[in-house]
């Protein structure tokens, strides 16, 4: 099975970007459909973006047109980028996999993004 280790949080000003990364050991990305999700305490956990197993992207309304989503299958890694941070934007950044979109079963260990206005 899959094991992810994301990173690449941080602290930033709005308007600021980040790229955050999840490196996958233990199997390769390209058998998985990939994520990142995001969650602040004492809300529900929120889908950000994904990329299906055929690369196709789709993206939260809150993201669209300011992160983009991909996957290096030679780094065996996913990215996160994001650009035009928000102080909404804060949260702690997950990465996932699944055989599908709708069967995460692998998670990182998250990685904390911080926007200060």
């Known amino acids: 099975q899959v094991q992810l280790k994301d990173s690449g949080g941080g602290s930033v000003q709005a308007g600021g970007s980040l790229r955050l990364s999840c490196a996958a050991s233990?199997?390769?990305?390209?058998?998985?459909?990939m994520g990142w999700f995001r969650q602040t305490p004492g809300k529900e956990r929120e889908g950000v973006a994904l990329?299906?197993?055929?690369?196709?992207?789709t993206y939260a309304d809150s993201v669209q047109g300011r992160f983009t989503i991909s996957v290096d299958n030679d780094a065996n890694t996913l990215y996160l980028q994001m650009h035009a941070l928000r102080p909404e934007d804060t949260a702690m950044y997950y990465c996932?996999?699944?055989?599908?979109?709708?069967?995460?079963?692998?998670w990182g260990q998250g990685t904390q993004v911080t926007v200060s206005s």
């Open positions: 233990g199997d390769t990305v390209d058998k998985y459909s």
């Open positions: 996932a996999a699944g055989v599908c979109v709708s069967d995460f079963s692998y």
């Open positions: 990329i299906h197993r055929m690369g196709a992207t």
